[in-house]
């Protein structure tokens, strides 16, 4: 349902203003109202959305959607268990990483794969009943200040007229474009430059239980079965070799794949179920995460690249670190300083540092074919393979990977 319900006039200041009610947003929302603070959550899109995104999530991910109480919903709506991820290299390499036999117990066995119409969609209510108000078709136009501080935003509400909302602490989760990012410091965009074009397809050939990844010499594609016979098809390509996509996305994207041997003849019968959509370029960070009176959470943070597919475990897991920290600040008076949400910043250093190494390998490492064809094939045939799934689903610690053993034995 859309909520067109413009802020009452005597709303007084919120406890927290949450910019973007994706993964990130919606679980700030519903961990903070639920901690019993006065929760806004605010977006410019109406629930449900689609968003290109490939839609994998690992058993980790599933651990925390669990805590918030949304996975029966997922599975009634038809999410699709996930046993692990192959990787294929533009040489032919192949490995096939299962969550099953990496050395440490997952959560589950399985991750879940799920439209992010139907995920965000579940966030979104899990937030509304915890008590957070969430307004849709709600945009944040520009950020209020007090005293330098940061002191709420100024919305454009869905009805056109704008509004000026207050409140304590202001997060930013409004992804990869972050506008609160943006306000709050330096954002730092890296190499690879990369951008994606994303469809779901009906009747991919030779789907099993796994995700794939396939490289080529100029980017990669990933497939993934999302449920109901329909399969994920992420497209991933330098940002100059995106230029001639602009309107003709479904065009481009199917010449995209043409590119890709072990792809292209499985999706040559099939029909496009949902539109391509484009993103991109992507491996944006700020220097910053938390300010007087705001802090970032999810893509808006950083975001590197989807090849992991880590971003919505981070999106969620960030979530959780922030929303420990500003439930602390929050509960004694006076300004939310950045001083006073310090935590959140080494929490998340902690939580994600080896994460943000193995994800940059990785990412670094494809731009270098016959480098990452080596290593794949070392990593299949050595059964690392199931190590090195388990770390980029969050369960297996990075330190298994980065050192020196497993990274001689990964090239030499
Ligand atoms: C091609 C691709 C494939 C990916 N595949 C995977 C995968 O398989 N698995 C995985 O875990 N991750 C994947 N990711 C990453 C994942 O999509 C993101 O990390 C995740 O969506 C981050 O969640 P978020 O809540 O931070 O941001 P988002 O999901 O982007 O949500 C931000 C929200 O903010 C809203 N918003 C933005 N600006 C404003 C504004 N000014 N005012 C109001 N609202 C605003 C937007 O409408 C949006 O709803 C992929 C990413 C890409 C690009």
Known sequence: MVSTTPIPADAGPADVLVVGAGPAGAACGTLLAGAGFRVTVLDRAAFPRDKACSEYMSPEAVRILDRLGVVPALETAGAAPLHGTAVTAAGGARLHGRFALAGHHPYRPTGLSVSRRILDHALVRAAREA????LERNVVEELLYDGGAIAGALVRQADGS????????????DGLRSLVARRMGPRRHGWPRRVAFVAHLDGVAGMSDSAEMHVGSEGYVGLNPIGGGRTNVALVLPAARAAGARGRAEGFFLQ???????????????SIARKVLATGPFAAWSGTVVADGGALVGDAADFFDPFTGEGIFSALRGAELLAAAATEALAGPGPITARRLAGYHHARRRAFVGKWAVERLIGYGMCFPRLFDRAVARLGRRGMSHTLIGVTADFVPAREVLNPLFLARMIF
Request: hydrophobic share 40%; aromatic share 6%.
């Open 131 to 134: 008590g957070a108000q969430v």
């Open 162 to 173: 704008r509004r000026a909302l207050r409140a304590r602490l202001t997060i930013g989760a």
């Open 256 to 270: 995209g794949l043409e590119r890709f041997p072990a792809v292209y003849p499985r999706i040559e019968r099939s």
